[in-house]
């Protein structure tokens, strides 16, 4: 046994996160954890690699038979774990080079060695399929998938024994995912194990040997794959059977055009076009979903017609045939136009402020008075929200940063909905989200497009955009180059494939 936990029970103002977990990680092995989002399993991470100290927990952590105090997550990467989370912490304004070796300690004072980084650089790239970028670029000109393999690589060069992957392939592509899966089958060869965190329950069949089952703070069951099957783990990480993945859309759309984009054409800040010349329509209450790989450019054009993509664009966008000059989010959301953004840890979450405050920020920019704000009104309707979208949190007023991956994105689409637009853009709407909570996300869409709302959702997850979509958009290579009718939801994944691929263009 490598790793075990005896009895770890943690807590935050009236919240059991963690009952008495007793948890043990076989050498070699890969030990898959599952569960909705506040089950407690990224509160189990942030014990086992130092966020939270010891003695702000009770119980014990054992390395190889040995009892371990961990104060900081200096203190457990020198015992060999080593954690790669959900939300990247990479220096954008810094190189590849200077990210991956940040607490590179082998260097002499006053000097540093760039020659031997820049070659080691190369080495670990190559090793996560990221040899096509050199280590002097910037990350924050990479994009999302490259990021997350960056982080991946930085981690490995430590060199751990028990390496943690917390939603790893959020935000891969198909194949940036099977590296992923390559170096995980090839690291655990050679003795490493890992502690693997997903909602991708095909994931978990393909890499995971051992299954432990996490709700409501509490290990519910501990057991070999084998002994499992996609229904069992749902029922048991639930409570419950979910026998629909995706709810019945209750509405038929209307055949009413509310929305154009036209001849849009989006450049990235090397002058490359990514977005050639795209124009489609949306319809009121319809859910328009945009597929295609990643480089596809289905992110650029959604920003782009938002008023918040940083290169240049030209096109034209109408709003029930009245020609709109959008040139910031403000113009859209003034509009009746919202987003919900792809990187939510970037451009979604304003971590100094609350739970209140994130969910009310464009309601208040709305409705600003400019004597004062009805907190009264505002507090009602923020506690409105978070029942309905069912977010776990203690209070409206703790630190948008306590809630769990899945319920800061809830948070984010409470902002969105708050002021009820007549478009919502929708960038990945359950990205790191729990397979129940999905349900939610997707029961809610279809309950404001029943109040009139229309939905462009973008997806990389090709079974959400088969199963929630009316219509099917799909790009390649900055182009339109398909459209499919999914009102009857008998479009397959390999039609939708071929033309993503290029295999039909």
Not at 187 to 211: N, P, R
Not at 255 to 263: C, D, I, P, Q
Not at 377 to 386: D, G, N, P
Request: charged letters at 25%; one cysteine or more.
């Amino acid at each position: 046994m490598i790793l075990e936990t005896k009895n770890i029970s943690k807590e935050f103002p009236g919240v059991k996160a963690l009952n008495n977990i007793n948890l043990k990680v076989k050498k070699n092995e890969l030990h898959a954890i599952v569960g909705e989002n506040g089950a407690g399993k990224s509160t189990l991470v942030k014990i086992l690699c130092g966020i939270y100290p010891y003695g702000t927990y009770s119980g014990n952590i054992f390395l190889e038979g040995k009892l371990k105090k961990f104060y900081s997550t200096k203190d457990s990467e020198k015992e060999g774990i080593s954690v790669v989370h959900q939300e990247l912490s990479l220096f954008e304004e810094l190189s590849i080079a200077e990210n991956l070796f940040i607490d590179f300690e082998n260097t002499k004072p006053y000097y540093i060695n760039w020659n031997f980084l820049y070659l080691e650089s190369i080495k670990w790239l190559k090793k996560v399929g990221l040899m096509h970028i050199t280590p002097t670029t910037k990350v924050k000109e990479l994009g999302v998938g490259e990021k997350q393999l960056l982080e991946i690589a930085k981690t490995l060069i430590q060199k751990p024994k028990i390496l943690i992957l917390d939603e790893p392939t959020s935000s891969l592509s198909a194949k940036e995912t099977e590296i992923l899966f390559n170096i995980i089958k090839e690291l655990k060869s050679q003795g490493l194990s890992f502690i693997y965190i997903s909602h991708k329950l095909e994931e978990i069949f393909e890499l995971a040997d051992t299954v432990s089952v996490f709700r409501d703070g509490n290990l519910i069951e501990t057991n070999n794959i084998e002994n499992y099957n996609k229904n069992k783990i749902v029922k048991l990480m639930v409570g419950r059977s979910l026998k629909k993945l995706y709810p019945e859309r209750r509405i038929t759309p209307e055949k009413t055009v509310v929305f154009r984009a036209e001849n849009f054409n989006t450049y990235n800040k090397f002058g490359k076009k990514v977005v050639d010349n795209v124009s489609f329509f949306l319809n009121k209450s319809e859910i328009l979903g945009i597929f295609g790989l990643v480089g596809a450019g289905r992110t650029e054009l959604v920003n782009s017609i938002y008023g918040s993509y940083r290169g240049r664009y030209t096109g034209n966008v109408y709003l029930k045939n009245n020609k709109l000059k959008i040139k910031t989010p403000e113009d859209s959301l003034k509009n009746g136009i919202s987003l919900l953004t792809e990187e939510r840890k970037i451009y979604g979450i304003i971590p100094t402020l609350s739970v209140r405050e994130n969910i009310s920020l464009l309601y208040l920019q709305k409705t600003k008075n400019k004597y004062y704000v009805d907190k009264f009104k505002e507090l009602k309707l923020v506690k409105e929200k978070i029942e309905e979208l069912k977010i776990k949190t203690s209070s409206t007023e703790v630190k948008i940063t306590t809630l769990s991956g899945g319920n800061q994105q809830k948070v984010l689409l409470a902002r969105n909905i708050m002021i009820y637009p007549e478009i919502i853009i929708i960038d990945e709407p359950t990205r790191g989200i729990d397979i129940g909570a999905k349900y939610e996300i997707y029961e809610l869409m279809n309950d404001l497009t029943e109040k009139g709302i229309s939905i462009i959702m973008v997806s990389s997850e090709l079974p959400e955009i088969l199963g929630i979509s009316d219509r099917i958009l799909v790009m390649h290579e900055g182009k339109l180059v398909a459209e499919f009718d999914n009102s009857k939801k008998n479009v397959t994944q390999e039609e939708v494939m071929n033309y993503a691929t290029g295999v039909l263009v």
